[in-house]
T-cell receptor, first 113, second 114 residues
Framework: DAGVTQSPTHLIKTRGQQVTLRCSPK?????VSWYQQALGQGPQFIFQ???????QRGNFPDRFSGHQFPNYSSELNVNALLLGDSALYLC????????????FGEGSWLTVV | QKEVEQNSGPLSVPEGAIASLNCTYS??????FFWYRQYSGKSPELIMF????GDKEDGRFTAQLNKASQYVSLLIRDSQPSDSATYLC??????????????FGPGTRLSVLP
């Protein structure tokens, strides 16, 4: 049973470029969220998708957008990259329901130069 | 602004000792509390969750919750060098129907010395 899978694992982009990160949730999970973890900090909630719609959003600018597909997989898009966007981007998924906990994928390391 | 605070450490304990990790949170309405372990260069993995006041034990790990004091702790008994990692406290705020907007603390770095 595959867990949460993310791609790519590492990537380097230039300031001003755009990036797309991908995530497949754990089998049976229908809710996906994205987190940003800067070096030395805890993960910060970006947004959450359920039934192909963004349901909750953290304190991130509109440059961060996402999508959820009918098979529950998800993408995170970041436009106009800044040096400060360099971080580990984590996808998490859970079973339906607000009481269920979240499980993380291995993450995508983004470096902006 | 909902906040979760942890001592960043490093917390150093000798092998076989009890490691005590602490966390405080600001949102008094929070109902669910989680501990994640994160090895260097890896993603967080769930250790335990706790919903009710008191203690919850799972193997060498015990989570303790005191909602009146807005305080959560994690005890690791018989600490092993393999327990050396950063421990993240996470709180799920009250409200919302979709429940993935966890608030994480900055993490406490634990070092278990052989």
């Amino acid at each position: 049973d595959a867990g949460v899978t993310q791609s790519p694992t590492h990537l380097i982009k230039t300031r001003g470029q755009q990036v797309t990160l991908r995530c497949s949730p754990k089998s049976g999970h229908d809710t996906v969220s994205w987190y940003q973890q800067a070096l030395g900090q805890g993960p910060q909630f970006i947004f959450q998708y359920y039934e192909e719609e963004e349901r909750q959003r953290g304190n991130f600018p509109d440059r961060f957008s996402g999508h959820q597909f009918p098979n529950y997989s998800s993408e995170l898009n970041v436009n106009a990259l800044l040096l400060g966007d360099s971080a580990l981007y984590l996808c998490a998924s859970s079973y339906p329901g607000p009481k269920n906990t979240i499980y993380f994928g291995e993450g995508s390391w983004l470096t902006v130069v | 602004q909902k906040e979760v605070e942890q001592n960043s450490g490093p917390l150093s304990v000798p092998e076989g000792a009890i490691a005590s990790l602490n966390c405080t949170y600001s949102d008094r309405g929070s109902q669910s509390f989680f501990w994640y372990r994160q090895y260097s260069g890896k993603s967080p993995e769930l250790i335990m969750f706790i919903y009710s006041n008191g203690d919850k034990e799972d193997g060498r790990f015990t989570a303790q919750l005191n909602k009146a004091s807005q305080y959560v702790s994690l005890l690791i008994r018989d600490s092993q060098p393999s327990d050396s990692a950063t421990y993240l406290c996470a709180v799920k705020p009250e409200g919302g129907n979709y429940g993935q907007n966890f608030v994480f603390g900055p993490g406490t770095r634990l070092s278990v010395l052989p």
